[in-house]
């Protein structure tokens, strides 16, 4: 990270060190709206980019369910969410919706929540731990009690289901691990708890792969001793409340340990399970069930959607979406300006690698064909030193590297710099993520594009231009991509975009259907919630968890088709 990024990073943890315990007395004795637009423009003259609404997230959380509440239950249909992401989270509020409208139909839901049961949990991050932030677990778990109250959700504390003697001495087994081999084929009472916490690490200290050394074997260990509680704390959990025998699981996002826990106990008791995330844009939905919604992979439907031919209306949607993203529509942040194509690479035949961020969940553990994203990179780097292509390799770096501020040095930009001496012998050229280029000028003039799994392997097929998959990339196997098998096939269709140019013919009306289904027929969009991910504000435009469900009555009723099915 950039030392300006350093700077920032500090400054916004002074900030909150200092600010955390004034605005929980501010929230507790109810002035804190009436100060909001004193704080706000004192953090922005600190050049903070966080910016407070007037009432915090679990207040307005609450407001929803003033004049309705959860009505008593004792049905044995129930709906079981482990929810680990706070109170604070807009997903408890999609939650508590979604079994809110599931009581009126005679299924009864129990909310699971952590209160500070587990060592590690998947909100922590490097240097920002609940050692860093003294605040981060009360943050997390002190609004379910309020909540608990004014929604009469039936919310379960998982310290009151610890199994501590139990608990202990497996944590005194799992403190006997002393390295990463170790850890990771770790197993118990029939879980690959091991390998299922590794993306957990990795996102953990944001890295593409994990480092061995002492400190990566202590957070290791914390991560499986938090698995292991859960599974304790769930077992425990079911032996004194028999009538919770799940007939659904419902999980936030569902990749990472904690949840994913949740996911492999569905699994191996036949129990079916929605994850469920927000995607691309302001107020998105999307879940899956019976696997990771991340994945993005929704083949039946798809299969089924396609079926029929895409509308002159569905093209146009989708075209117009495609067309937005160039301008930064949709997303969090435009990251690609109206630079255009530097002069040295017209009539200049060249093709572009465009790399993914190293620690982004579409790419952890994600790895089909080589190692790791780096070891893909340094490959096509060997691949263009050995064979002497005549296209120049442009290498694009992602732009967001440049814009994120994150605690790592992980990027890949970092990496090109560590190579750069077998680079400069090569036909190869960098863009590092700061460059004043275009990625979509350079798809515009560009023979052909290498990605990873990054959507931008879409736009590329958009443009008529070929696109070389290396990752595990959502849109694999589908007729406008090229999808190797292997790393033998990988290279053999890399030669083949080489020499002398071939036209393709891409299937633009699939292309567009496809598009269609991810971004219009899978993502929903919820009405009466808007989401400012710039400045962490949300605001509703509703009334009541009653007005919230009539708004949103065509996608609340699909999903529970879809679930109760």
Same mark, same amino acid.
């Given at each position: 990270?950039?030392?300006?990024?350093?700077?920032?990073?500090?400054?916004?943890?002074?900030?909150?060190?200092?600010?955390?315990?004034?605005?929980?007395?501010?929230?507790?004795?109810?002035?804190?709206?009436?100060?909001?637009?004193?704080?706000?423009?004192?953090?922005?003259?600190?050049?903070?980019?966080?910016?407070?609404?007037?009432?915090?997230?679990?207040?307005?959380?609450?407001?929803?369910?003033?004049?309705?509440?959860?009505?008593?239950?004792?049905?044995?249909?129930?709906?079981?969410?482990?929810?680990?992401?706070?109170?604070?989270?807009?997903?408890?509020?999609?939650?508590?919706?979604?079994?809110?409208?599931?009581?009126?139909?005679?299924?009864?839901?129990?909310?699971?929540?952590?209160?500070?049961?587990?060592?590690?949990?998947?909100?922590?991050?490097?240097?920002?731990?609940?050692?860093?932030?003294?605040?981060?677990?009360?943050?997390?778990?002190?609004?379910?009690?309020?909540?608990?109250?004014?929604?009469?959700?039936?919310?379960?504390?998982?310290?009151?289901?610890?199994?501590?003697?139990?608990?202990?001495?497996?944590?005194?087994?799992?403190?006997?691990?002393?390295?990463?081999?170790?850890?990771?084929?770790?197993?118990?009472?029939?879980?690959?708890?091991?390998?299922?916490?590794?993306?957990?690490?990795?996102?953990?200290?944001?890295?593409?792969?994990?480092?061995?050394?002492?400190?990566?074997?202590?957070?290791?260990?914390?991560?499986?001793?938090?698995?292991?509680?859960?599974?304790?704390?769930?077992?425990?959990?079911?032996?004194?409340?028999?009538?919770?025998?799940?007939?659904?699981?419902?999980?936030?996002?569902?990749?990472?340990?904690?949840?994913?826990?949740?996911?492999?106990?569905?699994?191996?008791?036949?129990?079916?399970?929605?994850?469920?995330?927000?995607?691309?844009?302001?107020?998105?939905?999307?879940?899956?069930?019976?696997?990771?919604?991340?994945?993005?992979?929704?083949?039946?439907?798809?299969?089924?959607?396609?079926?029929?031919?895409? !509308?002159?209306?569905?093209?146009?949607? #989708?075209? @117009?979406?495609?067309?937005? /993203?160039?301008? &930064?529509?949709?997303? =969090?942040?435009?990251?690609?300006?109206?630079?255009?194509?530097?002069?040295?690479?017209?009539?200049?035949?060249?093709?572009?690698?465009?790399?993914?961020?190293?620690?982004?969940?579409?790419?952890?553990?994600?790895?089909?064909?080589?190692?790791?994203?780096?070891?893909?990179?340094?490959?096509?780097?060997?691949?263009?030193?050995?064979?002497?292509?005549?296209?120049?390799?442009?290498?694009?770096?992602?732009?967001?590297?440049?814009?994120?501020?994150?605690?790592?040095?992980?990027?890949?930009?970092?990496?090109?710099?560590?190579?750069?001496?077998?680079?400069?012998?090569?036909?190869?050229?960098?863009?590092?993520?700061?460059?004043?280029?275009?990625?979509?000028?350079?798809?515009?003039?560009?023979?052909?594009?290498?990605?990873?799994? !990054?959507?931008?392997?879409?736009?590329? #097929?958009? @443009?008529?231009?070929?696109? /070389?998959?290396? &990752?595990?990339?959502? =849109?694999?196997?589908?007729?406008?991509?090229?999808?190797?098998?292997?790393?033998?096939?990988?290279?053999?269709?890399?030669?083949?975009?080489?020499?002398?140019?071939?036209?393709?013919?891409?299937?633009?009306?699939?292309?567009?259907?496809?598009?269609?289904?991810?971004?219009?027929?899978?993502?929903?969009?919820?009405?009466?919630?808007?989401?400012?991910?710039?400045?962490?504000?949300?605001?509703?435009?509703?009334?009541?968890?009653?007005?919230?469900?009539?708004?949103?009555?065509?996608?609340?009723?699909?999903?529970?088709?879809?679930?109760?099915?």
């Amino acid at each position: 990270m950039s030392s300006q990024g350093i700077r920032y990073l500090n400054r916004l943890q002074r900030f909150k060190r200092l600010g955390q315990p004034i605005i929980i007395i501010l929230d507790k004795i109810g002035v804190f709206r009436y100060i909001v637009p004193i704080i706000n423009p004192i953090i922005r003259k600190l050049k903070i980019k966080k910016q407070f609404q007037k009432d915090l997230n679990y207040r307005l959380i609450g407001r929803a369910f003033k004049h309705h509440k959860f009505p008593e239950n004792t049905s044995k249909k129930v709906i079981f969410f482990p929810f680990f992401s706070g109170g604070n989270n807009i997903f408890f509020l999609i939650n508590l919706a979604i079994g809110y409208r599931l009581s009126m139909k005679g299924y009864r839901s129990f909310y699971l929540i952590c209160d500070k049961a587990i060592p590690i949990c998947s909100n922590e991050r490097v240097h920002k731990t609940r050692h860093t932030d003294s605040y981060l677990c009360y943050n997390c778990s002190k609004p379910y009690n309020w909540l608990k109250k004014v929604t009469k959700a039936e919310i379960l504390y998982m310290s009151d289901y610890t199994d501590k003697k139990k608990q202990d001495f497996v944590y005194k087994e799992i403190e006997q691990l002393n390295n990463l081999e170790a850890l990771m084929s770790y197993e118990f009472e029939g879980f690959p708890i091991g390998k299922l916490v590794e993306k957990s690490v990795m996102r953990y200290y944001f890295v593409g792969k994990i480092e061995d050394n002492n400190d990566t074997i202590q957070v290791y260990q914390k991560f499986i001793k938090s698995i292991v509680s859960l599974h304790l704390g769930f077992c425990q959990l079911l032996k004194i409340h028999p009538e919770i025998k799940p007939e659904k699981i419902i999980l936030y996002n569902g990749t990472l340990s904690l949840e994913g826990y949740y996911r492999l106990w569905a699994e191996k008791n036949n129990t079916n399970y929605i994850t469920q995330e927000t995607y691309i844009g302001q107020d998105s939905w999307i879940y899956k069930q019976n696997d990771e919604v991340m994945k993005l992979r929704w083949d039946k439907e798809w299969n089924d959607f396609k079926k029929n031919e895409i !509308s002159l209306n569905e093209k146009k949607e #989708a075209i @117009n979406y495609l067309e937005g /993203l160039t301008k &930064g529509k949709q997303m =969090y942040d435009r990251l690609n300006l109206d630079y255009a194509l530097d002069s040295d690479l017209k009539n200049r035949p060249f093709i572009v690698l465009f790399t993914n961020l190293n620690f982004d969940t579409a790419v952890l553990g994600r790895n089909p064909i080589f190692n790791s994203m780096k070891e893909w990179i340094e490959k096509i780097i060997d691949y263009w030193i050995s064979n002497s292509p005549p296209e120049l390799l442009v290498i694009r770096v992602h732009p967001a590297e440049a814009k994120l501020l994150k605690p790592t040095n992980d990027f890949i930009g970092n990496y090109l710099d560590e190579v750069k001496h077998k680079i400069k012998k090569a036909n190869i050229q960098v863009y590092e993520a700061h460059d004043k280029v275009s990625s979509y000028e350079l798809i515009k003039h560009m023979k052909a594009g290498l990605v990873y799994s !990054s959507t931008i392997g879409i736009e590329i #097929a958009y @443009n008529n231009k070929p696109c /070389l998959i290396a &990752g595990d990339a959502f =849109y694999k196997h589908q007729k406008f991509v090229m999808s190797p098998e292997n790393e033998e096939n990988y290279f053999q269709l890399l030669k083949s975009l080489s020499g002398e140019k071939k036209g393709i013919s891409i299937n633009r009306s699939e292309l567009l259907q496809f598009v269609y289904f991810i971004y219009f027929n899978r993502v929903k969009r919820l009405k009466g919630i808007r989401i400012d991910h710039a400045n962490h504000i949300n605001s509703f435009s509703f009334d009541s968890i009653e007005e919230l469900s009539i708004l949103n009555e065509d996608v609340f009723n699909e999903f529970e088709n879809e679930l109760l099915a």
